[in-house]
């Protein structure tokens, strides 16, 4: 677990978007939200090609425009592209 001594505010309900998702999955508790995110949020910044079958994908992009001065910005951004088998999915491997 994280060491978050110095971090002063937390989220509260109806702030974040977490209390939505902690309502969502039943028998859930802000631990084990937060827990959940840090390790998505691990795996995501690990910079490779996250796959959630039935779910979707995270990947990193390389992306570079220009500027209204005409100076050419490169950064990375971070795309999403959701199953088109997130409906039909219920959790098995096969039939």
Do not use: C, Q
């Not at 677990?1 to 802000?30: C, Q």
């Amino acid at each position: 677990m994280k060491n978050t001594d110095g971090i002063t505010k937390r989220w509260v309900d109806g702030e974040d978007d977490r209390a939505l998702l902690a309502a969502k999955v039943p028998l859930s508790t802000r631990a084990s939200t937060d827990l959940f995110l840090d390790g998505l949020w691990e795996l995501v910044a690990s910079r490779r090609r996250t796959k959630f079958v039935g779910f979707g994908v995270f990947e990193w992009h390389p992306w570079r425009n220009r500027l209204p001065t005409g100076r050419v910005v490169k950064a990375w951004r971070l795309s999403f592209k959701p199953s088109k088998y997130a409906r039909r999915y219920k959790g098995r491997a096969g039939k």
